[in-house]
Antibody, heavy 120, light 110 residues
């Protein structure tokens, strides 16, 4: 059964860079069928799609975050990563990594999520 | 890209049917059959309920059904049960090759 797990600092200072890694287990990240996504959810608010990446490196990023986001993939480690630059308090959220089926852009499964707080 | 529009809340009594709407544009919901629905209980991870507008993943009750007309997608829950009380989000592929989520709907079982 495929599982995803987010890891990274739970606290980031304003203006710094948020870095998270998603480790995929129970399956290979190197499949043409899937993209690998980052999604976030501020406390008490709705879901926001950040972006997605394919194992061969092609990616799609939300226009709202494009200037600050980099998503990368490391197939040898079965991992993909998120970097969000110049963070503010508005970036405080639970960050989820997930698998996306490219044929229909639906997302399943999701990681457990990790809360990242932006504060000095 | 703007979030898809959902009602903030919908409620119903046990056994009743409710429908949640998801309003987009011709550049997302109306342009593609790539609408999905997710259920999220408080403090839990979102769960895929419907994909490709009408398809149910294995293990999802047939009480959940999806449809679309024009720029509006809908999720119907029939035979409402207490365990259905949760937040529900729609999502759609867009013409910009991005994904957009709905604003979310809180379902209350009276």
């Amino acid at each position: 059964q495929l599982q995803l797990r987010e890891s990274g600092p739970g606290l980031v200072k304003p203006s710094e860079t948020l870095s998270l890694t998603c480790t995929v287990s129970g399956g290979s990240i190197s499949s043409s069928t899937y993209y690998w996504d980052w999604i976030r959810q501020p406390p008490g608010k709705g879901l926001e799609w950040i972006g997605s990446i394919h194992y061969h490196g092609s990616s799609y990023i939300s226009p709202a975050l494009k200037s600050r986001v980099t998503i990368s993939v490391e197939t040898s480690r079965n991992q993909f990563s998120l970097r969000l630059r110049s963070v503010t308090a508005a970036d405080t959220a639970v960050y989820y990594c997930a698998r996306q089926f490219w044929t229909g852009w639906w997302i399943d499964p999701w990681g457990q999520g990790t809360l990242v707080t932006v504060s000095s | 890209q703007s979030a898809l529009t959902q009602p903030a809340s919908v409620s119903g009594s046990p056994g009743e049917s409710i429908t949640i709407s998801c309003i987009g544009t011709s550049s997302d919901v109306g342009g593609y059959n790539y609408v999905s629905w997710y259920q999220q209980h408080p403090g839990k991870v979102p769960k895929l309920m419907i994909y490709d507008v009408t398809s149910r993943p294995s293990g999802i009750s047939n009480r959940f059904s999806g449809s679309k007309s024009g720029n509006t997608a809908s999720l119907t829950i029939s035979g409402l049960q207490a365990e259905d009380e949760a937040d529900y989000y729609c999502s759609s592929y867009t013409s910009s090759s991005t994904l957009v989520f709905g604003t979310g709907t809180k379902v209350t079982v009276l």
